[in-house]
């Protein structure tokens, strides 16, 4: 049977690859709550559903060369019809590169409901920021320019985007996907406590996590009491809980949901499949935000790392481990075989003897090599004989091409026949 696949283990953003191992790089990433995305290097493009396209928010590219950057005129095309404003995040230069794209085009017909790219200017102690506005022919307004402070460049509630600039023979972003804190319950301490899943955990988010103080919430758990044979356990701590007047049901199998009334003592009893029966107590709680210290589900949020196009220096691999350090998932281009580590070095690429070595260094849970130059056709596949990732880090494999393979005359000349 084939092992199962599980999805990774992301809440809120959901990393897709758009690219095999020799298409130009590509990381969308969906925001789930909102229903938008992000994408990272934007190269070829063509091969995605206006359906993908159209949600995507904001762009983050690492450097301009032609394989990161050349999509940005068809998501223009794609959103061009909309009111709502995109982002475009970049290195040095970025500014004027964007311009120089939009230039390449007459916009004699632009309307007045067409959609504003706004780009942003990412150099090591400044940001700068401009307007493309849609109605006036995308034509760029003034730049404005402020200090920049961290590595912060851009937030939802759900996630952040960090940005540090590193070395590829010219100024290229490295970046570091953030989710937020989330609300989170771990189920197994609920059940060690023994209080029961219920409703009340909606109310309880509602009142610590969203700070609705102010709506009327009584929040009530339903508190298991465990009989054994010699004594009553009571797992669950009296400091959080009112116990006075509490009203006691005696359960044969948990409820789906906890009932919401604080019906009195009108308990119903019944046996376990096995025999037993289970005493539970329906309590209100004495404070909301000391129960969700202790029954969050404290696990680390999770991350991404995404670099493309880095040259192995000791800057650059101090800087990215600065950055990247313990990334559940990092995306890495991986250019060259350890055969070519001189191309390697002489493009400001990396080789796969460089990744192990930054795999080793940031302990990535998960790895996604990328990014492979195109010479390699015929042996793309030697990547993975040549990766050896640190124990706890799990390689994620592509296949060779993700993008349909070009249309040739003899697939077409058909239609031309009479
Ligand atoms: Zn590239
Ligand atoms: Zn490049």
Not at 213 to 218: A, D, G, H, T, Y
Not at 319 to 348: H, I, N, Q
Not at 392 to 409: D, F, M, N, Q, S
């Amino acid at each position: 049977m084939p092992p199962v696949k599980r999805r990774l283990p992301f809440r809120y953003i959901e990393p897709v690859f758009f690219g095999g191992l020799l298409d130009d790089p590509l990381l969308f990433l969906r925001i789930r709550p909102l229903k938008r995305a992000l994408l990272f290097d934007c190269g070829q493009i063509a091969h995605l559903a206006k359906r993908v396209v159209k949600p995507i928010d904001a762009v983050f590219i690492t450097h301009a060369h032609m394989d990161h950057i050349m999509g940005i005129p068809t998501l223009v095309r794609h959103h061009h019809a909309s009111p709502r404003p995109m982002d475009v995040f970049g290195p040095p230069g970025i500014i004027e590169r964007v311009e120089h794209l939009l230039l390449g085009f007459e916009w004699n017909l632009s309307e007045s409901n067409w959609f504003t790219l706004r780009v942003h200017e990412i150099r090591a102690d400044r940001l700068l920021h401009c307007s493309f506005p849609g109605p006036k022919s995308f034509r760029r307004s003034r730049v404005t320019e402020e200090q920049r402070t961290g590595r912060q460049i851009w937030s939802c509630p759900y996630a952040t985007v960090e940005a540090e600039l590193l070395d590829h023979k010219l100024p290229v972003l490295g970046f570091r996907i953030q989710e937020q804190p989330h609300f989170a319950i771990d189920y197994e301490k609920l059940d060690r406590l023994g209080i029961m899943p219920g409703e009340w955990i909606r109310d309880l988010k509602n009142r610590v996590w969203k700070g609705r103080s102010n709506v009327q919430v009584e929040i009530e758990v339903e508190v298991e009491q465990r009989e054994t044979e010699n004594s009553q356990e009571k797992p669950c701590p009296d400091s959080l809980l009112i116990n006075s007047g509490c009203s006691k049901i005696v359960r044969s199998s948990l409820p789906e949901k906890a009932p919401r009334s604080r019906s009195s003592a009108t308990a119903h009893k019944a046996d376990f499949e096995d025999g037993g029966e289970m005493a539970v107590f329906q309590q209100p709680v004495k404070d909301p935000h000391a129960l969700y210290g202790i029954i969050h589900d404290n696990r680390p949020c999770v991350s991404i790392g995404y670099v493309c196009d880095v040259g192995w220096t000791a800057d650059n691999v101090a800087a990215m481990e600065s950055l990247l350090k313990g990334v559940t998932l990092l995306c890495s281009d991986c250019t060259f075989l350890a055969e070519d580590r001189d191309k390697a070095r002489a493009s400001y690429h990396l080789c796969t003897r460089d990744l192990n070595e930054l795999a080793e260094l940031l302990a990535p849970g998960y790895l996604l090599p990328m990014h492979m130059s195109k010479s390699y056709l015929k042996k793309s596949f030697d990547i993975y004989n040549e990766l050896r990732p640190p124990e706890g880090t799990k390689i994620l494999r592509l296949p060779k091409h993700l993008v349909p393979a070009p249309l040739t005359v003899s697939d077409v000349d058909e239609w031309m026949k009479t």
